[in-house]
Protein backbone atom coordinates (compact mmCIF):
# COMPACT_ATOMS: atom_id res chain seq x y z
CA UNK A 1 0.00 0.00 0.00
CA UNK A 2 0.96 3.22 -0.95
CA UNK A 3 -1.14 5.40 1.28
CA UNK A 4 -3.27 2.93 2.23
CA UNK A 5 -6.52 4.82 1.54
CA UNK A 6 -10.01 3.72 1.27
CA UNK A 7 -10.08 4.31 -2.43
CA UNK A 8 -6.33 2.80 -2.80
CA UNK A 9 -7.10 -0.30 -0.93
CA UNK A 10 -10.86 -1.04 -3.32
CA UNK A 11 -8.78 -0.21 -6.06
CA UNK A 12 -5.76 -2.79 -5.12
CA UNK A 13 -8.21 -5.41 -4.34
CA UNK A 14 -9.73 -5.41 -8.06
CA UNK A 15 -13.28 -4.11 -6.81
CA UNK A 16 -14.93 -1.41 -9.24
CA UNK A 17 -14.76 1.92 -6.96
CA UNK A 18 -16.99 4.66 -7.16
CA UNK A 19 -15.40 8.47 -6.29
CA UNK A 20 -18.30 11.42 -6.61
CA UNK A 21 -17.37 15.09 -6.83
CA UNK A 22 -17.95 17.62 -4.51
CA UNK A 23 -17.32 21.57 -5.10
CA UNK A 24 -16.59 23.54 -1.91
CA UNK A 25 -18.89 26.62 -1.95
CA UNK A 26 -18.16 30.50 -2.50
CA UNK A 27 -18.61 31.82 0.98
CA UNK A 28 -17.30 30.66 4.43
CA UNK A 29 -20.42 28.18 5.16
CA UNK A 30 -18.77 24.81 6.62
CA UNK A 31 -22.41 23.32 6.55
CA UNK A 32 -22.21 23.38 2.61
CA UNK A 33 -19.47 20.82 2.27
CA UNK A 34 -20.20 19.06 5.31
CA UNK A 35 -24.04 18.38 4.00
CA UNK A 36 -22.47 17.03 0.49
CA UNK A 37 -19.82 14.66 2.23
CA UNK A 38 -23.25 13.33 3.96
CA UNK A 39 -25.57 12.92 1.31
CA UNK A 40 -22.46 11.44 -0.71
CA UNK A 41 -20.21 9.10 1.95
CA UNK A 42 -23.26 5.69 1.70
CA UNK A 43 -22.40 6.10 -2.15
CA UNK A 44 -18.57 6.41 -2.64
CA UNK A 45 -15.29 5.77 -1.96
CA UNK A 46 -14.18 9.04 -1.73
CA UNK A 47 -14.98 12.25 -2.38
CA UNK A 48 -13.03 14.21 -4.46
CA UNK A 49 -12.42 18.26 -3.93
CA UNK A 50 -12.42 20.66 -6.63
CA UNK A 51 -9.84 23.20 -6.81
CA UNK A 52 -11.62 26.81 -7.14
CA UNK A 53 -12.81 24.72 -10.61
CA UNK A 54 -13.05 26.32 -13.43
CA UNK A 55 -11.08 29.62 -12.40
CA UNK A 56 -13.05 30.41 -9.63
CA UNK A 57 -13.16 31.57 -6.33
CA UNK A 58 -14.41 28.74 -3.52
CA UNK A 59 -13.09 27.68 -0.35
CA UNK A 60 -9.94 26.24 -0.52
CA UNK A 61 -9.56 22.71 -1.90
CA UNK A 62 -7.57 21.74 1.81
CA UNK A 63 -9.76 23.41 3.80
CA UNK A 64 -13.07 21.47 2.62
CA UNK A 65 -11.24 18.11 2.69
CA UNK A 66 -10.20 18.77 6.47
CA UNK A 67 -14.12 19.35 6.74
CA UNK A 68 -14.99 16.24 5.48
CA UNK A 69 -12.30 14.68 7.12
CA UNK A 70 -13.46 15.67 10.17
CA UNK A 71 -16.88 13.43 9.91
CA UNK A 72 -15.23 10.52 8.69
CA UNK A 73 -15.16 10.87 4.80
CA UNK A 74 -12.95 9.92 2.44
CA UNK A 75 -11.64 12.82 0.02
CA UNK A 76 -9.25 12.99 -3.10
CA UNK A 77 -7.64 16.55 -2.43
CA UNK A 78 -7.66 17.95 -6.02
CA UNK A 79 -5.22 20.52 -6.62
CA UNK A 80 -4.38 22.56 -9.51
CA UNK A 81 -0.58 24.05 -10.52
CA UNK A 82 -2.89 27.06 -12.33
CA UNK A 83 -2.74 29.39 -8.26
CA UNK A 84 0.22 28.11 -6.25
CA UNK A 85 3.80 28.16 -7.40
CA UNK A 86 6.24 24.89 -5.98
CA UNK A 87 6.50 26.15 -2.83
CA UNK A 88 2.94 26.39 -1.86
CA UNK A 89 1.98 23.26 -3.24
CA UNK A 90 4.50 20.58 -1.48
CA UNK A 91 4.09 22.97 1.20
CA UNK A 92 0.25 22.39 1.44
CA UNK A 93 1.14 18.67 0.63
CA UNK A 94 2.89 18.75 3.94
CA UNK A 95 0.11 20.20 5.50
CA UNK A 96 -2.78 17.65 3.65
CA UNK A 97 -0.14 14.54 4.92
CA UNK A 98 -0.48 16.24 8.40
CA UNK A 99 -4.31 15.93 8.43
CA UNK A 100 -4.29 12.32 7.00
CA UNK A 101 -5.36 13.46 3.48
CA UNK A 102 -3.92 10.56 1.38
CA UNK A 103 -5.37 10.86 -2.32
CA UNK A 104 -4.32 13.62 -3.70
CA UNK A 105 -4.87 14.46 -7.59
CA UNK A 106 -2.91 16.82 -10.10
CA UNK A 107 -4.45 19.35 -13.32
CA UNK A 108 -3.11 21.91 -14.67
CA UNK A 109 -6.73 23.48 -14.04
CA UNK A 110 -8.89 25.86 -16.14
CA UNK A 111 -7.02 29.03 -17.41
CA UNK A 112 -7.96 32.35 -15.24
CA UNK A 113 -9.10 33.93 -18.38
CA UNK A 114 -12.14 30.99 -18.21
CA UNK A 115 -13.34 31.98 -14.61
CA UNK A 116 -14.55 34.98 -12.26
CA UNK A 117 -10.86 36.46 -12.01
CA UNK A 118 -9.77 36.98 -15.45
CA UNK A 119 -6.94 39.87 -14.59
CA UNK A 120 -5.43 36.90 -11.99
CA UNK A 121 -1.52 36.19 -12.79
CA UNK A 122 -1.64 32.64 -13.71
CA UNK A 123 1.39 30.77 -12.25
CA UNK A 124 1.97 27.38 -13.88
CA UNK A 125 5.53 27.31 -12.55
CA UNK A 126 4.87 23.55 -13.15
CA UNK A 127 2.60 21.92 -15.06
CA UNK A 128 0.37 18.72 -13.90
CA UNK A 129 2.98 15.98 -15.50
CA UNK A 130 5.58 17.62 -12.99
CA UNK A 131 3.21 17.80 -10.17
CA UNK A 132 2.70 14.00 -10.24
CA UNK A 133 6.30 13.58 -10.44
CA UNK A 134 6.73 16.03 -7.44
CA UNK A 135 4.57 13.72 -5.60
CA UNK A 136 5.68 10.80 -6.51
CA UNK A 137 9.44 11.86 -5.44
CA UNK A 138 8.01 13.36 -2.00
CA UNK A 139 6.54 10.03 -1.13
CA UNK A 140 8.85 7.17 -3.10
CA UNK A 141 12.36 9.36 -2.07
CA UNK A 142 11.11 11.67 0.63
CA UNK A 143 12.04 14.50 -1.43
CA UNK A 144 11.30 18.18 -2.16
CA UNK A 145 12.16 18.78 -5.93
CA UNK A 146 14.86 20.65 -5.19
CA UNK A 147 16.25 17.41 -3.70
CA UNK A 148 15.96 18.24 -0.29
CA UNK A 149 15.16 15.69 2.45
CA UNK A 150 11.82 15.94 4.14
CA UNK A 151 11.05 14.45 7.49
CA UNK A 152 8.48 12.44 8.27
CA UNK A 153 6.76 9.37 5.62
CA UNK A 154 4.64 11.10 2.76
CA UNK A 155 1.88 8.69 2.09
CA UNK A 156 0.05 9.70 -0.93
CA UNK A 157 -2.24 7.97 -3.59
CA UNK A 158 -1.57 9.96 -6.74
CA UNK A 159 -4.40 10.68 -8.94
CA UNK A 160 -4.32 12.31 -12.26
CA UNK A 161 -7.36 13.47 -14.99
CA UNK A 162 -7.30 12.10 -19.12
CA UNK A 163 -9.39 13.65 -21.32
CA UNK A 164 -9.61 10.88 -24.26
CA UNK A 165 -12.32 13.48 -26.12
CA UNK A 166 -9.86 16.23 -26.67
CA UNK A 167 -7.56 16.83 -29.88
CA UNK A 168 -5.67 15.75 -31.18
CA UNK A 169 -6.63 11.94 -30.45
CA UNK A 170 -3.25 9.82 -31.25
CA UNK A 171 -2.06 11.95 -28.54
CA UNK A 172 -4.03 10.90 -25.73
CA UNK A 173 -2.76 7.81 -24.93
CA UNK A 174 0.71 8.82 -24.84
CA UNK A 175 0.30 11.66 -22.66
CA UNK A 176 -1.58 9.55 -20.11
CA UNK A 177 1.32 7.09 -20.15
CA UNK A 178 3.73 9.94 -19.35
CA UNK A 179 1.37 10.62 -16.47
CA UNK A 180 1.73 6.95 -15.39
CA UNK A 181 5.56 7.34 -15.76
CA UNK A 182 5.57 10.72 -13.77
CA UNK A 183 3.61 8.54 -11.13
CA UNK A 184 -0.21 8.53 -11.30
CA UNK A 185 -1.70 5.68 -9.40
CA UNK A 186 -5.27 6.49 -10.47
CA UNK A 187 -6.92 8.47 -13.53
CA UNK A 188 -10.05 9.74 -13.19
CA UNK A 189 -11.45 11.00 -17.01
CA UNK A 190 -13.24 13.81 -18.40
CA UNK A 191 -17.10 12.92 -18.56
CA UNK A 192 -17.91 9.82 -20.93
CA UNK A 193 -21.04 10.92 -23.12
CA UNK A 194 -19.11 9.16 -26.23
CA UNK A 195 -18.60 5.81 -25.41
CA UNK A 196 -17.25 4.59 -28.85
CA UNK A 197 -14.38 7.36 -28.84
CA UNK A 198 -14.14 6.23 -25.28
CA UNK A 199 -13.35 2.66 -25.94
CA UNK A 200 -11.56 3.53 -28.86
CA UNK A 201 -8.49 4.95 -26.40
CA UNK A 202 -9.33 2.12 -23.72
CA UNK A 203 -8.50 -0.38 -26.54
CA UNK A 204 -4.94 1.07 -26.99
CA UNK A 205 -4.46 1.46 -23.19
CA UNK A 206 -5.40 -2.43 -22.63
CA UNK A 207 -3.26 -3.12 -25.66
CA UNK A 208 -0.35 -1.85 -24.20
CA UNK A 209 -0.88 -2.77 -21.04
CA UNK A 210 -1.85 0.39 -19.51
CA UNK A 211 -4.51 -0.51 -17.52
CA UNK A 212 -2.42 -2.75 -15.35
CA UNK A 213 -0.03 0.15 -13.81
CA UNK A 214 -3.12 2.66 -13.01
CA UNK A 215 -6.22 2.51 -12.33
CA UNK A 216 -8.71 4.38 -14.40
CA UNK A 217 -12.27 5.51 -13.66
CA UNK A 218 -14.88 6.60 -16.48
CA UNK A 219 -16.44 10.04 -15.75
CA UNK A 220 -20.17 10.64 -15.63
CA UNK A 221 -22.31 13.43 -15.86
CA UNK A 222 -25.70 13.12 -15.05
CA UNK A 223 -27.33 15.91 -17.18
CA UNK A 224 -30.40 17.31 -15.78
CA UNK A 225 -31.63 19.36 -18.56
CA UNK A 226 -31.28 19.95 -22.94
CA UNK A 227 -30.21 23.44 -21.75
CA UNK A 228 -27.51 21.98 -19.84
CA UNK A 229 -26.82 19.59 -22.20
CA UNK A 230 -26.35 22.49 -25.12
CA UNK A 231 -24.07 24.25 -22.74
CA UNK A 232 -21.58 21.94 -22.30
CA UNK A 233 -21.52 20.91 -25.44
CA UNK A 234 -21.20 24.28 -27.06
CA UNK A 235 -18.82 25.72 -23.46
CA UNK A 236 -17.30 23.16 -21.48
CA UNK A 237 -13.69 22.48 -23.40
CA UNK A 238 -12.93 18.76 -24.26
CA UNK A 239 -16.64 17.22 -23.73
CA UNK A 240 -17.77 15.90 -26.58
CA UNK A 241 -21.73 15.22 -26.37
CA UNK A 242 -23.33 12.78 -29.54
CA UNK A 243 -26.07 14.46 -30.87
CA UNK A 244 -28.37 11.16 -30.36
CA UNK A 245 -28.24 12.52 -26.13
CA UNK A 246 -28.84 15.94 -27.03
CA UNK A 247 -32.43 14.88 -28.79
CA UNK A 248 -32.66 12.10 -26.70
CA UNK A 249 -33.04 15.42 -23.57
CA UNK A 250 -34.92 17.51 -26.43
CA UNK A 251 -37.90 15.48 -26.31
CA UNK A 252 -37.81 14.05 -22.94
CA UNK A 253 -41.14 14.36 -21.19
CA UNK A 254 -39.23 14.29 -18.24
CA UNK A 255 -35.73 15.91 -18.50
CA UNK A 256 -34.55 14.62 -14.73
CA UNK A 257 -35.98 11.15 -15.67
CA UNK A 258 -34.09 11.16 -19.20
CA UNK A 259 -31.00 12.21 -17.77
CA UNK A 260 -30.70 10.00 -14.82
CA UNK A 261 -31.68 7.16 -17.33
CA UNK A 262 -28.36 7.91 -19.88
CA UNK A 263 -26.49 8.37 -16.53
CA UNK A 264 -27.30 4.47 -16.01
CA UNK A 265 -27.05 3.54 -19.55
CA UNK A 266 -22.88 5.27 -19.90
CA UNK A 267 -22.62 3.44 -16.98
CA UNK A 268 -23.45 -0.15 -17.55
CA UNK A 269 -21.55 0.40 -20.86
CA UNK A 270 -18.23 1.94 -19.65
CA UNK A 271 -18.40 -1.09 -16.54
CA UNK A 272 -18.61 -3.50 -19.50
CA UNK A 273 -15.04 -1.68 -21.07
CA UNK A 274 -12.07 -3.80 -20.64
CA UNK A 275 -9.76 -1.90 -18.52
CA UNK A 276 -11.92 0.47 -16.49
CA UNK A 277 -11.49 0.32 -12.69
CA UNK A 278 -14.32 2.27 -11.62
CA UNK A 279 -16.57 5.48 -12.27
CA UNK A 280 -16.05 9.11 -11.14
CA UNK A 281 -19.50 11.17 -10.66
CA UNK A 282 -19.24 14.67 -11.44
CA UNK A 283 -23.21 15.51 -10.21
CA UNK A 284 -22.17 19.44 -10.80
CA UNK A 285 -24.99 20.79 -8.42
CA UNK A 286 -26.97 17.86 -8.91
CA UNK A 287 -25.46 15.89 -6.17
CA UNK A 288 -29.05 14.69 -4.07
CA UNK A 289 -29.64 12.57 -7.16
CA UNK A 290 -26.27 10.80 -6.64
CA UNK A 291 -27.80 8.33 -4.05
CA UNK A 292 -30.04 7.02 -6.37
CA UNK A 293 -28.00 6.53 -9.48
CA UNK A 294 -25.19 4.84 -7.71
CA UNK A 295 -28.27 2.56 -6.71
CA UNK A 296 -29.76 1.97 -9.71
CA UNK A 297 -26.51 1.10 -10.71
CA UNK A 298 -26.65 -1.81 -8.87
CA UNK A 299 -23.25 -0.14 -7.48
CA UNK A 300 -24.26 -0.64 -3.28
CA UNK A 301 -23.22 -1.58 -1.03
CA UNK A 302 -20.06 0.03 -1.00
CA UNK A 303 -17.92 -2.53 -0.10
CA UNK A 304 -15.92 -1.80 3.27
CA UNK A 305 -12.17 -3.13 3.56
CA UNK B 1 12.29 40.21 -33.88
CA UNK B 2 10.18 43.19 -33.17
CA UNK B 3 9.30 45.15 -29.72
CA UNK B 4 5.52 45.10 -30.21
CA UNK B 5 3.32 47.94 -29.24
CA UNK B 6 0.25 49.35 -28.62
CA UNK B 7 -0.86 53.04 -28.12
CA UNK B 8 -2.59 54.05 -24.72
CA UNK B 9 -5.49 55.40 -24.60
CA UNK B 10 -5.78 59.28 -24.71
CA UNK B 11 -7.54 59.19 -21.47
CA UNK B 12 -4.73 57.70 -19.63
CA UNK B 13 -1.98 59.89 -21.04
CA UNK B 14 -3.73 62.47 -20.32
CA UNK B 15 -3.94 62.27 -17.38
CA UNK B 16 -0.26 61.27 -17.01
CA UNK B 17 0.66 64.77 -18.32
CA UNK B 18 -1.86 66.97 -16.23
CA UNK B 19 0.73 68.73 -14.36
CA UNK B 20 2.58 69.62 -18.26
CA UNK B 21 1.63 72.31 -20.19
CA UNK B 22 4.04 72.33 -22.55
CA UNK B 23 5.15 68.66 -24.20
CA UNK B 24 7.79 67.16 -26.08
CA UNK B 25 7.17 64.26 -28.25
CA UNK B 26 9.73 61.45 -29.51
CA UNK B 27 8.54 58.75 -31.95
CA UNK B 28 10.58 55.70 -32.98
CA UNK B 29 11.41 54.99 -36.59
CA UNK B 30 11.76 51.18 -36.10
CA UNK B 31 9.35 48.50 -34.14
CA UNK B 32 6.74 51.84 -32.92
CA UNK B 33 6.96 52.58 -36.71
CA UNK B 34 5.82 49.33 -37.91
CA UNK B 35 3.12 49.19 -35.35
CA UNK B 36 2.01 52.50 -36.22
CA UNK B 37 2.37 53.51 -32.68
CA UNK B 38 5.21 56.25 -32.91
CA UNK B 39 6.01 56.55 -36.14
CA UNK B 40 5.55 59.97 -38.02
CA UNK B 41 2.31 60.56 -38.59
CA UNK B 42 1.35 58.79 -35.38
CA UNK B 43 3.20 62.23 -33.55
CA UNK B 44 1.81 64.56 -35.86
CA UNK B 45 -1.37 62.78 -34.82
CA UNK B 46 -0.57 63.19 -31.37
CA UNK B 47 0.73 66.70 -31.42
CA UNK B 48 -2.84 67.73 -32.30
CA UNK B 49 -4.51 66.11 -30.02
CA UNK B 50 -2.52 67.03 -27.16
CA UNK B 51 -3.17 70.75 -28.76
CA UNK B 52 -6.63 70.45 -28.59
CA UNK B 53 -6.22 68.70 -24.84
CA UNK B 54 -5.21 72.68 -24.25
CA UNK B 55 -0.70 71.68 -24.34
CA UNK B 56 2.17 73.12 -26.14
CA UNK B 57 4.09 71.02 -28.30
CA UNK B 58 7.73 72.65 -27.89
CA UNK B 59 8.55 70.27 -30.74
CA UNK B 60 9.19 66.62 -31.82
CA UNK B 61 11.42 64.38 -33.41
CA UNK B 62 11.18 60.44 -34.93
CA UNK B 63 14.54 59.09 -34.13
CA UNK B 64 15.93 56.26 -36.05
CA UNK B 65 16.11 53.63 -33.46
CA UNK B 66 15.35 55.15 -30.14
CA UNK B 67 16.52 51.97 -27.80
CA UNK B 68 20.05 52.83 -29.60
CA UNK B 69 22.62 54.87 -27.84
CA UNK B 70 22.68 57.49 -30.78
CA UNK B 71 19.22 58.79 -28.86
CA UNK B 72 21.78 60.62 -26.60
CA UNK B 73 22.98 62.69 -29.84
CA UNK B 74 19.57 63.16 -30.71
CA UNK B 75 18.56 64.42 -27.66
CA UNK B 76 21.60 66.73 -27.56
CA UNK B 77 20.78 68.44 -30.89
CA UNK B 78 17.33 68.92 -30.06
CA UNK B 79 18.04 70.62 -26.54
CA UNK B 80 15.87 73.48 -26.96
CA UNK B 81 13.13 72.63 -27.91
CA UNK B 82 13.46 69.65 -24.77
CA UNK B 83 14.56 72.12 -22.26
CA UNK B 84 11.39 74.43 -23.23
CA UNK B 85 8.99 71.94 -22.31
CA UNK B 86 7.92 69.94 -18.79
CA UNK B 87 8.10 66.70 -19.85
CA UNK B 88 8.83 64.01 -22.60
CA UNK B 89 5.85 62.20 -23.98
CA UNK B 90 7.96 58.79 -25.83
CA UNK B 91 5.97 57.20 -28.57
CA UNK B 92 8.42 54.37 -28.70
CA UNK B 93 8.95 50.68 -27.18
CA UNK B 94 9.79 50.53 -23.52
CA UNK B 95 13.96 50.15 -24.69
CA UNK B 96 13.08 53.45 -26.45
CA UNK B 97 11.10 54.93 -23.10
CA UNK B 98 14.53 53.54 -20.68
CA UNK B 99 16.89 55.40 -23.15
CA UNK B 100 15.11 58.69 -23.47
CA UNK B 101 14.64 58.51 -19.63
CA UNK B 102 18.16 57.48 -19.15
CA UNK B 103 19.70 60.30 -21.04
CA UNK B 104 17.05 63.20 -20.63
CA UNK B 105 16.87 65.37 -17.77
CA UNK B 106 12.97 65.91 -17.74
CA UNK B 107 9.93 63.81 -16.85
CA UNK B 108 9.51 61.13 -19.37
CA UNK B 109 5.92 59.44 -20.42
CA UNK B 110 5.06 56.61 -21.61
CA UNK B 111 2.53 56.86 -24.72
CA UNK B 112 2.47 53.42 -25.39
CA UNK B 113 2.25 49.67 -24.18
CA UNK B 114 4.76 47.10 -24.96
CA UNK B 115 2.90 44.23 -25.36
CA UNK B 116 5.53 41.29 -26.28
CA UNK B 117 8.63 41.03 -28.08
CA UNK B 118 7.03 39.15 -31.55
CA UNK B 119 7.45 38.53 -35.23
CA UNK B 120 5.06 39.87 -37.81
CA UNK B 121 3.33 36.50 -39.61
CA UNK B 122 1.30 38.42 -42.09
CA UNK B 123 1.68 42.11 -42.99
CA UNK B 124 0.08 43.72 -39.93
CA UNK B 125 -0.31 40.56 -37.84
CA UNK B 126 2.03 40.45 -34.87
CA UNK B 127 2.50 37.45 -32.29
CA UNK B 128 4.27 36.73 -29.84
CA UNK B 129 7.97 34.41 -29.90
CA UNK B 130 9.63 34.31 -26.82
CA UNK B 131 9.81 35.90 -23.49
CA UNK B 132 13.45 35.03 -23.29
CA UNK B 133 12.86 32.65 -20.30
CA UNK B 134 16.65 31.96 -20.50
CA UNK B 135 16.87 27.96 -20.45
CA UNK B 136 15.07 27.49 -23.94
CA UNK B 137 13.43 24.13 -24.96
CA UNK B 138 13.00 24.71 -28.50
CA UNK B 139 14.72 21.80 -29.62
CA UNK B 140 12.48 19.33 -27.56
CA UNK B 141 8.63 21.53 -29.09
CA UNK B 142 9.70 21.45 -32.92
CA UNK B 143 10.58 25.19 -33.10
CA UNK B 144 7.22 26.29 -31.23
CA UNK B 145 7.63 28.26 -27.89
CA UNK B 146 5.37 26.34 -25.59
CA UNK B 147 5.99 29.18 -22.93
CA UNK B 148 3.98 31.83 -25.19
CA UNK B 149 2.37 29.64 -27.64
CA UNK B 150 0.80 27.41 -25.14
CA UNK B 151 -1.72 29.81 -22.72
CA UNK B 152 -0.68 27.42 -19.61
CA UNK B 153 2.59 27.71 -20.60
CA UNK B 154 2.79 23.74 -20.41
CA UNK B 155 6.24 21.76 -21.04
CA UNK B 156 4.30 18.75 -21.14
CA UNK B 157 1.28 19.41 -23.38
CA UNK B 158 -1.29 18.97 -25.02
CA UNK B 159 -3.88 19.69 -21.74
CA UNK B 160 -7.77 18.26 -22.11
CA UNK B 161 -8.77 21.51 -23.73
CA UNK B 162 -7.40 21.26 -26.93
CA UNK B 163 -9.92 20.72 -29.41
CA UNK B 164 -10.07 21.15 -33.42
CA UNK B 165 -6.48 22.72 -33.06
CA UNK B 166 -8.16 25.38 -30.96
CA UNK B 167 -7.05 26.28 -27.17
CA UNK B 168 -9.31 26.62 -24.48
CA UNK B 169 -8.79 29.56 -23.78
CA UNK B 170 -10.46 31.23 -26.92
CA UNK B 171 -11.38 29.74 -30.89
CA UNK B 172 -9.42 32.74 -31.96
CA UNK B 173 -5.51 30.81 -30.44
CA UNK B 174 -4.34 28.22 -32.27
CA UNK B 175 -3.11 25.55 -29.71
CA UNK B 176 0.33 25.30 -29.27
CA UNK B 177 0.92 21.63 -28.65
CA UNK B 178 -1.06 20.76 -31.52
CA UNK B 179 1.24 22.63 -33.54
CA UNK B 180 4.21 20.73 -31.52
CA UNK B 181 2.19 17.22 -32.12
CA UNK B 182 2.06 18.17 -36.01
CA UNK B 183 5.74 18.98 -36.55
CA UNK B 184 6.92 16.08 -34.42
CA UNK B 185 4.38 13.41 -36.63
CA UNK B 186 5.99 15.31 -39.73
CA UNK B 187 9.54 14.82 -38.78
CA UNK B 188 8.55 11.04 -37.06
CA UNK B 189 9.47 11.99 -33.49
CA UNK B 190 6.07 11.14 -32.11
CA UNK B 191 8.22 8.74 -29.34
CA UNK B 192 9.22 12.08 -28.06
CA UNK B 193 5.79 13.21 -26.68
CA UNK B 194 6.49 10.66 -24.13
CA UNK B 195 9.53 11.46 -22.27
CA UNK B 196 8.49 14.24 -19.72
CA UNK B 197 10.13 17.59 -19.38
CA UNK B 198 11.23 18.03 -16.15
CA UNK B 199 10.07 21.58 -14.44
CA UNK B 200 11.73 24.40 -15.64
CA UNK B 201 14.62 26.51 -13.76
CA UNK B 202 12.54 29.61 -13.59
CA UNK B 203 15.44 31.63 -11.87
CA UNK B 204 17.04 32.05 -15.66
CA UNK B 205 13.51 33.90 -16.69
CA UNK B 206 12.49 35.67 -12.99
CA UNK B 207 15.41 36.87 -11.34
CA UNK B 208 15.87 39.15 -8.32
CA UNK B 209 16.21 42.33 -10.16
CA UNK B 210 17.53 42.85 -13.81
CA UNK B 211 19.06 39.71 -15.83
CA UNK B 212 22.29 41.02 -17.15
CA UNK B 213 25.70 39.32 -18.70
CA UNK B 214 28.75 41.18 -20.12
CA UNK B 215 29.96 39.47 -22.89
CA UNK B 216 33.98 39.51 -22.91
CA UNK B 217 36.16 41.67 -25.43
CA UNK B 218 32.98 44.06 -26.33
CA UNK B 219 33.50 46.38 -23.82
CA UNK B 220 35.99 48.78 -26.09
CA UNK B 221 33.76 48.56 -28.60
CA UNK B 222 30.52 49.97 -26.97
CA UNK B 223 32.94 52.44 -25.29
CA UNK B 224 34.83 53.70 -29.10
CA UNK B 225 30.84 53.99 -30.57
CA UNK B 226 29.62 56.15 -27.67
S1 LIG C 1 11.58 28.37 -24.51
FE1 LIG C 1 12.26 30.32 -23.58
S2 LIG C 1 14.00 31.05 -24.83
FE2 LIG C 1 12.96 29.41 -26.00
S3 LIG C 1 11.50 30.51 -27.30
FE3 LIG C 1 10.38 30.00 -25.45
S4 LIG C 1 10.63 31.74 -24.07
FE4 LIG C 1 12.15 31.95 -25.71
S1 LIG D 1 -5.46 24.05 -25.31
FE1 LIG D 1 -3.34 23.87 -26.09
S2 LIG D 1 -2.53 25.97 -26.04
FE2 LIG D 1 -4.39 25.96 -24.80
S3 LIG D 1 -3.66 25.63 -22.70
FE3 LIG D 1 -4.16 23.61 -23.54
S4 LIG D 1 -2.26 22.83 -24.44
FE4 LIG D 1 -1.97 25.01 -24.07
Known amino acids: ?305 | MKSITRSKPLEEIKQRLAKCRQVYLIGCGTCATMCRTGGKSEVLDMKQKLAAAGKKVTGWMVIPTACDVLTRDALKENAKEIAAADCILVMTCAFGVQTVARYAEKSVYAAVDTLFIGTEETPGEFIEACLQCGGCVLGQTAGICPLVRCAKGLLNGPCGGSVDGKCEVSPDIACAWQMIYDRLAATGRLDELEEIEPAKDWSTSLSGGPRQITIEDTEEKTESQD
Open chain 1, 1 to 305: MKAGTNLEKILASGKFAVTVEAGPPKGTNPEVIQKKGNLLCQYCDAVNVTDNQTAIVRMSSLASCLLLKQMGVEPVMQMATRDRNRIALQSDVLGAVAWGIGNILCLSGDHPKLGNHPQSKAVFDIDSVQLIQVLKNMRDEHKFINGDEISGEVPLFIGAVANPFADPFEVRVPRLAKKIKAGADFIQTQAVFDVSRFAQWMKIITERGLDEETHILAGIIPIRSAGMVRYMKNNVSGVNIPDDIITRMEKAEDAEAEGVKIALELIAKVKEIPGVHGIHVMAVGWEKKVPEIIERAGLLPRPVL
